[in-house]
T-cell receptor
Framework: GENVEQHPSTLSVQEGDSAVIKCTYSDSASNYFPWYKQELGKGPQLIIDIRSNVGEKKDQRIAVTLNKTAKHFSLHITETQPEDSAVYFCAATINDMRFGAGTRLTVKP | GAGVSQSPSNKVTEKGKDVELRCDPISGHTALYWYRQSLGQGLEFLIYFQGNSAPDKSGLPSDRFSAERTGGSVSTLTIQRTQQEDSAVYLC???????????????FGAGSRLTVL
C-alpha cells in the first residue's frame, strides 16, 4: 500500500513568517493529495487538495505544490497567524486514504 | 445529517471488556474509513469500506478488532477483550468515493475517545 512520509514533525514560526511542510509518497499511481488541519479536540478538516494533473494550487494564504517525478508535495502557508497553529496532515491516495504522521505547527504572536 | 456523527464521544472501559463504536456517515457517501489516533500521534489507518466491495482490512492491528457496515451506511467498530494500548481516539470519515470532482474528499467525525483502565 501507499507509504507517506511527512516532515518536519514540529514547526515553530513567528507570526507573519511563512511555514512549509513537505511530504513524500511511494506509489507513483497516487493521483490525489489532500492536506488536513486538525485543531485540538476536533477531527481533521480538509484545507486544500491537489490532483495529479496540476503542479500547483493556491487558496489565499495557502498553497500546495506537487512534483510527480520526485513523488513529493508541499504545503506553504504565508503570513502565518496564531490561528494557523494546529496539526497538519498530508495524504496520498488512489482509492484508500493514507496519511503522513503529521506536523504540529505553532505560530508565535 | 449534515456531518459525520460518532458515538459515544467518550468511553471508559475496563481491560478485557468488549466495546462498540458507531459511525453515521454523510448520507450518500459510499466510502467510509476508520482511523486510530493515539495521544499526540498521527492517523493510523484501520479499515476502508467502499460501496458493496469487500472492505480493506489491512490496517486492523489484531483479530480483536473488527468492523461492519450495514446497508452501506452505518458502521460499527468492535474491539474485543480491550487492552490498555487500545486507548486512543477512533476517528471515522466518509466520502463520495472514487470518481467525480468530490471524490476522495473526506469528512471526519469528531471521534470517539476510548480509555481502557
Amino acid at each position: 500500500g501507499e507509504n507517506v512520509e511527512q516532515h518536519p514533525s514540529t514547526l515553530s514560526v513567528q507570526e507573519g513568517d511563512s511555514a512549509v511542510i513537505k511530504c513524500t509518497y511511494s506509489d507513483s499511481a497516487s493521483n490525489y493529495f489532500p492536506w488536513y488541519k486538525q485543531e485540538l479536540g476536533k477531527g481533521p478538516q480538509l484545507i486544500i487538495d491537489i490532483r495529479s494533473n496540476v503542479g500547483e494550487k493556491k487558496d489565499q494564504r495557502i498553497a500546495v505544490t506537487l512534483n510527480k517525478t520526485a513523488k513529493h508535495f508541499s504545503l506553504h502557508i504565508t503570513e502565518t497567524q496564531p490561528e494557523d497553529s494546529a496539526v497538519y496532515f498530508c495524504a496520498a491516495t488512489i482509492n484508500d486514504m493514507r496519511f503522513g504522521a503529521g506536523t504540529r505547527l505553532t505560530v508565535k504572536p | 445529517g449534515a456531518g459525520v456523527s460518532q458515538s459515544p464521544s467518550n468511553k471508559v472501559t475496563e481491560k478485557g471488556k468488549d466495546v462498540e463504536l458507531r459511525c453515521d456517515p454523510i448520507s450518500g457517501h459510499t466510502a467510509l474509513y476508520w482511523y486510530r489516533q493515539s495521544l499526540g500521534q498521527g492517523l493510523e489507518f484501520l479499515i476502508y469500506f467502499q460501496g458493496n466491495s469487500a472492505p480493506d482490512k489491512s490496517g486492523l492491528p489484531s483479530d480483536r478488532f473488527s468492523a461492519e457496515r450495514t446497508g452501506g451506511s452505518v458502521s460499527t467498530l468492535t474491539i474485543q477483550r480491550t487492552q490498555q494500548e487500545d486507548s486512543a481516539v477512533y476517528l471515522c470519515a466518509s466520502s463520495l468515493g472514487p470518481g467525480g470532482s468530490g471524490a476522495n474528499v473526506l469528512t471526519f467525525g469528531a471521534g470517539s475517545r476510548l480509555t481502557v483502565l
